[in-house]
């Protein structure tokens, strides 16, 4: 066995001396917390709690990939994306989270769901985890079952994007978006080994913080 396969994140845990929350809304938490990082330092770090979220790689028969343009207002530009979406419903599971944000985002389904990439976004300073799923065996949605769009999502443009073109893009540097970023080189990954060896995308979500029990989620969280 290559001595590589033995390279996995692992849970560390850390005496938490005290936590002053600065700001508690329905999908942010910031916080202050000042930890043991071993029995002769104590330090103080800032920590954004986030409930996680879900991607979707939505690769069709001719191996091109969806691409959806939005404008994202933190960053102040628009941004070429994958559907997607914030664990913000209490309990849902995340495959359907993630089977919902396609119908909502692309009215479409899929009968074929592999897990692709986990993450976690910015570890250094916050909490949020997601999974970036991949979708084939696609399928329109009647129109009686389409959703609205409304806000940013009511400005959505969408482009099917063969994906060695994909995989261009984000080398040159035209694609920002970090989930879009995964999505691409893990799904062209995966093509280059025809799809062998996918995870199943049910279950497997220990690594999420609160799902694996090692931080307690905020209240105020929906």
């Not at 396969?5 to 560390?12: L, V």
């Not at 091109?64 to 939005?70: A, T």
């Not at 062998?196 to 609160?210: C, I, Q, S, T, V």
């Amino acid at each position: 066995m290559s001595e590589n396969q033995h390279i996995i994140d692992e849970p560390s845990e850390r005496t938490i001396r005290t936590r002053t929350v600065k700001y508690s809304g329905y999908v942010i938490e910031t916080a202050v917390e000042e930890y043991e990082l071993n029995e002769d330092t104590v330090l103080t770090r800032d920590v954004v709690e986030m409930p996680g979220a879900v991607a979707v790689a939505v690769l069709n028969e001719h191996n091109e990939l969806l691409m959806l343009n939005q404008y994202r207002h933190p960053v102040r530009m628009n941004l070429w994306e994958v559907p997607a979406g914030l664990l913000d419903i209490d309990g849902e599971d995340p495959l359907h989270a993630a089977q919902r944000e396609l119908a909502e985002e692309a009215d479409l389904r899929a009968a074929s769901w592999h897990a692709l990439t986990d993450y976690f976004s910015s570890p250094g300073a916050t909490s949020e985890a997601g999974r970036v799923y991949l979708a084939r065996d696609l399928s329109e949605l009647p129109r009686q079952e389409r959703t609205e769009r409304t806000e940013e999502e009511a400005e959505m443009t969408y482009r099917w994007v063969p994906l060695p073109d994909a995989v261009q893009l984000v080398l040159d540097g035209k694609v920002h978006n970090a989930l879009a970023i995964q999505a691409i080189l893990a799904t062209y990954a995966a093509s280059a080994r025809g799809f062998k060896g996918l995870r199943e995308a049910a279950g497997g979500w220990d690594f999420h913080p609160y799902m694996g029990h090692r931080r307690q989620k905020p209240q105020t969280f929906r």
